[in-house]
């Protein structure tokens, strides 16, 4: 267990990072809001290609493809080993400290690493389809065969962009997944429609989503290695094997049962209640996310910073940092709550009539999403300060929690027993971290830590 604190009082040498904060605060705020502007454009983006792909597929066909695109997510997270957010940590660390020969060898390994595994998944995936075939749906499974291409696809597409994301590229590590993919598929899912004269499956839209994906991946995956041989040209490969996949396997840990926090309602929702039902869902719980985008924003931002603030070891300047951002998650949010629970119903109209059936649903996870943003970035603080065990366990807790209140809540009140026990398990573990972090780290990730500062 690490048990280390951040100092209170500076040393000599850490006496420029207090100076510095402000300059971070200046950093934050220059670069949360055009990250806060890209995800806002790229949810608007998405939202607008999830509208347009309910319009041209139907409710049960959407169904169909938000769950087959839920269990390719889940399984892109296993693929990923955890090396997506083990190089915020690593690569923040290593350029910080100029070691080019251990950044050379983590991102050497970690793309090796996670091509190989995430392969593996995929063709375990389709021997699991091809025993089960006859007892699937076949238009589901011929889905879920091109979801399993998907997965390796998509998990070096999370690491490439995790890995822009840690050299400060907050705004282009975004655009693949945000802007570019929903706006490619939902553009050609119609061109389809027009070409073919009639209404496209999910078959389709899931062939298209490879396509665009594959082609994107490669594109991130060249510019991450542009930026990242400027840092490494030339160096001798170091290797700290052990410690990069003890802190991965941690990590995998955390984001697994994030995704099952995340994913799991709509997956049980599928199984236990149906297609249409889980797709109605899906449209309520995205529209619930955007509550989240001043968090997500300015985590963009901060993950890097936090590491990098953590190595220096000087809890005024992390505390500092950790203020100007809580204030700037906070006046985001509150706006977005407000908004999404008075046009809630109208939002899911856009949808089609029969998606507003979600909007009780909608107002119990956008009270959830909110509660998880004022509580600050508490997730990361966790996980990129060495605390990921600690995170893990507060984690799987709640993934334990939201199944049991799934099961127990689904067949009595369908679609509300679903955002009751994601809401519930959300407040209980952002909680949960908030109180742990304040203990551990003795820093404040809210609003109630002090004013803005400037």
Excluded at 139 to 164: D, E, K, M, N
Aim: aromatic share 8%.
């Amino acid at each position: 267990m690490n048990t280390q604190r951040l100092e209170t009082v500076p040393t000599a040498g850490q006496t420029a990072t207090v100076r510095a904060a402000t300059r971070w605060g200046r950093l934050l705020s220059r670069g949360a809001l055009g990250s806060v502007a890209v995800q806002a454009g790229g949810i608007g983006m998405t939202f607008a290609s999830q509208v347009g792909l309910a319009h041209l597929l139907g409710a049960g066909a959407f169904g169909q493809y938000v769950y087959v695109v839920a269990w390719v997510n889940l399984l892109c997270v296993a693929g990923r080993m955890g090396l997506d957010l083990a190089s915020l940590r690593f690569i923040a660390e290593y350029v910080s400290q100029q070691q080019p020969g251990r950044l050379k060898g983590f991102v050497r390994h970690s793309v090796a690493w996670v091509g190989l595994v995430s392969t593996l998944i995929s063709v375990a995936g389709g021997g699991v389809m091809w025993y089960c075939f006859e007892t699937l749906d076949h238009r589901l499974a011929r889905a879920a065969w091109l979801g399993l291409i998907l997965i390796p696809v998509l998990s070096l597409q999370g690491l490439f962009t995790a890995q822009l994301r840690a050299m400060k590229h907050s705004i282009l590590c975004q655009l693949p997944r945000q802007v570019m993919s929903p706006s490619a598929i939902v553009t050609m899912t119609f061109l389809a429609a027009v070409v073919t004269g009639q209404a496209t499956g999910a078959t389709t839209a899931l062939s298209l989503n490879v396509l665009t994906n594959v082609v994107l991946t490669v594109l991130t995956g060249l510019v991450a290695f542009r930026y990242l041989r400027s840092k490494f040209d030339g160096a001798a490969v170091a290797t700290e094997t052990r410690v990069w996949l003890s802190c991965s396997v941690s990590l995998l840990i955390v984001a697994i049962v994030q995704v099952v926090n995340l994913r799991l309602d709509v997956l049980m929702i599928g199984a236990m209640l149906g297609m249409k039902e889980a797709g109605i869902y899906a449209a309520a719980a995205q529209l619930a996310g955007l509550t989240t985008l001043g968090l997500v924003g300015v985590n963009m931002i901060a993950a890097p910073m936090i590491a990098e603030l953590h190595a220096k070891r000087c809890r005024d300047a992390f505390q500092r940092y950790l203020t100007n951002a809580s204030w700037m998650i906070t006046l985001i949010t509150i706006p977005l709550a407000i908004f999404l629970i008075c046009a809630g119903q109208w939002l899911l109209g856009l949808f089609g009539s029969d998606f507003t059936a979600g909007y009780s649903a909608l107002g119990i996870l956008v009270i959830g999403h909110a509660v998880s943003a004022l509580a600050g970035p508490v997730g990361f603080l966790a996980i990129l300060t060495g605390h990921q065990r600690e995170g893990a366990w507060i984690l799987g807790i709640a993934a334990g929690m939201n199944m049991v209140l799934n099961v127990v809540l689904i067949p009595r009140y369908g679609l509300h027993g679903a955002a009751i026990a994601t809401g519930v398990t959300t407040i209980v573990w952002n909680l949960a971290m908030l109180f742990f972090v304040a203990r551990r780290l003795r820093v404040n990730p809210t609003v109630l830590s002090g004013p803005l500062e400037h």
